[in-house]
């Protein structure tokens, strides 16, 4: 069965970074794209950015280009999120999704909680 | 951006019965949408994916239909484990968008 688990959250000041991890286990993770997506009580879910299975191809929303970069490790099944220049309305949970070939998630990990507080 | 207009927000249902949520882009997205199921703590589940195409393990009840501007997810004999949120989301362009999610609860 197909797993994405994510880790790296936490409480972090306004402008600071943090990086999340994701794991991935039970496919063949060199051949999926992944993506992250959060998710907010005034926003709902937005996805945030997109990587090909080789990493060609990247895709950010506009509310993190120039501030979030996607990138992912094959060899060890694993897909991160460098956030700097955080903002408040950063705070969200975060989800790692396993994207079909018709971009829509598929498998989605259980979130990891980011709170962007002074 | 595709600005994806769901509705109702809120649903109040009994077991047994059959509800219909609506989903509207803002632009013709051909049948490029996706309905979601999150349950309170959990991440969304993918139900339905090119409108109307149900996800493997999804039970047969959960039907999608629809093309261009207009979907609809239909959950027929309603069973208490599908008193959820629901989404829907455009994969036509990026940025890959949501709709802001219908609540169904029980009556």
């Known amino acids: 069965e197909a797993q994405l688990v994510e880790s790296g959250g936490g409480q972090v000041k306004p402008g600071g970074s943090l990086r999340l991890s994701c794991a991935g286990s039970?496919?063949?993770?060199?051949?999926?794209?992944l993506a992250w997506v959060r998710q907010t009580p005034g926003k709902g879910l937005e996805w945030v950015s997109y990587?090909?299975?080789?990493?060609?191809?990247?895709y950010y929303g506009d509310s993190v280009t120039g501030r979030f970069t996607i990138s992912r490790d094959n060899a060890k099944n694993s897909l991160y999120l460098q956030m700097h220049s955080l903002r408040g309305d950063d705070t969200a949970i975060y989800f790692c999704?396993?994207?079909?070939?018709?971009?829509?998630?598929?498998?989605w990990g259980q979130g990891t909680l980011v709170i962007v507080s002074s | 951006d595709v600005q994806m207009t769901q509705s109702p927000s809120y649903v109040s249902a009994s077991v047994g019965d059959t509800v219909t949520i609506t989903c509207r882009a803002s632009?013709?997205?051909?049948?490029?949408v996706a309905w979601y199921q999150q349950k309170p703590g959990k991440a969304p589940s993918l139900l339905i994916f090119?409108?109307?195409s149900l996800q493997r393990g999804v039970p047969s009840r959960f039907s999608g239909s629809g093309s261009e501007k207009d979907f609809t997810l239909t959950i027929r004999d309603l069973q208490p484990e599908d008193f959820a949120t629901y989404y829907c989301?455009?994969?036509?362009?990026?940025?890959?968008?949501f709709g802001r999610g219908t609540k169904l609860e029980i009556k």
């Open positions: 999704a396993r994207v079909s070939g018709d971009d829509y998630f598929d498998t």
């Open positions: 039970g496919f063949d993770f060199n051949s999926y794209t």
């Open positions: 990587i090909t299975d080789n990493g060609n191809y990247i």
């Open positions: 632009q013709d997205i051909s049948t490029r």
């Open positions: 090119a409108a109307f």
């Open positions: 989301q455009q994969a036509n362009k990026f940025p890959l968008t």
